[in-house]
């Protein structure tokens, strides 16, 4: 049960760039980019923060993230 906890937060922990814990749309953009996926849009972007933004502030956050990649709703493609 742990494991996929920790693989999301190590996800996210190279998601985040900056390490300021939260993941804006450009660090988003910039994972997409090194995970291969050059068709990221602006909008897809954008639905993806808002598929996680639990708390409304345009960020996604460390439990923000793991809950969504917790429920297996994360793509990489
Ligand atoms: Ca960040
Ligand atoms: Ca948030």
Redesign the pocket.
């Known amino acids: 049960m742990a494991s996929s906890r920790e693989a999301a937060e190590a996800e996210f922990r190279r998601f985040?760039?900056?390490?300021?814990?939260?993941?804006?749309a450009g660090?988003i953009r910039q994972a997409n980019e090194a995970l291969g996926a050059h068709g990221a849009s602006e909008s897809e972007i954008e639905a993806f923060i808002k598929s996680a933004d639990n708390d409304g502030d345009g960020t996604i956050g460390l439990e923000e993230f793991v809950g969504l990649v917790g429920h297996g709703r994360h793509e990489k493609a």
């Not at 900056?18 to 993941?23: A, E, Q, Y």
């Open positions: 985040d760039t900056d390490g300021d814990g939260l993941l804006t660090e």
